[in-house]
């Protein structure tokens, strides 16, 4: 198993790409920390887990709380006394506005859960992995933050920001034994679409211009392969990368 003895906090769990990721890394020995806004839906990760006879244990937090943050850290700790991997998984989208019409409110909450929470849980995480010299953190990116066309202002920003985090965390940290990756996933078959809102009529309408490209929507599982490669031992020379995984939209 390959990642057997490690512990890993995986956020925004409770469905989807998290939940995927979750259940990956249990199957192959890790202890898993099912954290997500939605209890009942983390409980119900850390179950299945239990019954396939892995490790998990439920943790309610919202990451864009920083009493939460904490809370979800000494939990972990408590649980299994180390952390290992941090998998930055909870995100949501925008409406598609553009920057002309994109609201404060819109633009705070957005950039709260998808760029600062990212920020508090890796500086959680750097301050377990300094002593140890040891730790890999993978963001869930997307290729929104790859280029402009893909959602509005907000997350555009939001996941462009990421990005950025990710490249210096891995070069300040690199002589630290610290690893830090980010996924970019394309269309994904997951529930992000909830927290959109109504959409923004003019952003909506210029985005459909790039999806005729979009070969297919992937499907959490291809995403989660990705993440277990990441934390395992076998990426140790992997660090900074920043991985599409589109099915090839982005190459159009």
């Known amino acids: 198993m390959r990642l057997e003895g490690k512990t890993a906090i995986v956020t ?36 299945a887990i239990a019954a396939a006879g892995g490790n998990a244990i439920a943790v309610r937090a919202n990451v864009a709380d920083r009493a939460d943050v904490d809370r979800l850290f000494d939990e972990t700790v408590k649980a299994y006394g180390t952390l290992d991997v941090l998998v930055n998984n909870a ?33 959680k995480a750097v301050e377990l992995f300094l002593p140890k010299e040891s730790g890999s953190i993978i963001n869930v990116a997307s290729i929104g933050g790859l280029n402009g066309g893909r959602a509005g202002a907000a997350y555009t920003a939001s996941k462009f920001a990421v990005i950025g985090l990710t490249l210096n965390t891995a070069f300040m940290y690199a002589l630290k034994g610290i690893r830090c990756n980010a996924i970019a996933p394309g269309a994904v078959e997951t529930n992000i679409g909830a927290s959109m809102g109504q959409p923004d009529a003019f952003g909506y309408s210029r985005m459909q211009l790039t999806l005729p490209a979009n070969p297919r929507a992937g499907k959490p599982e291809e995403i989660a392969g990705l993440a277990v490669f990441l934390a395992s031992d076998e990426a140790g020379y992997v660090n900074g990368a920043v991985i599409p995984v589109d099915g090839g939209w982005t190459t159009a």
């Open 12 to 47: 925004g769990a409770a469905s989807g790409i998290g939940k995927a990721i979750a259940v990956r890394y249990a199957r192959e020995g890790a202890n898993v920390v099912v954290t997500d806004l939605n209890e009942e839906g983390a409980q119900n990760t850390a179950a």
């Open 91 to 123: 995100g949501i989208m925008d409406n598609f506005a553009p920057v002309g019409d994109v609201t404060d409110e819109l633009w705070d909450r957005i950039i709260a859960v998808n760029t600062t929470a990212v920020m508090r849980t890796s500086r």
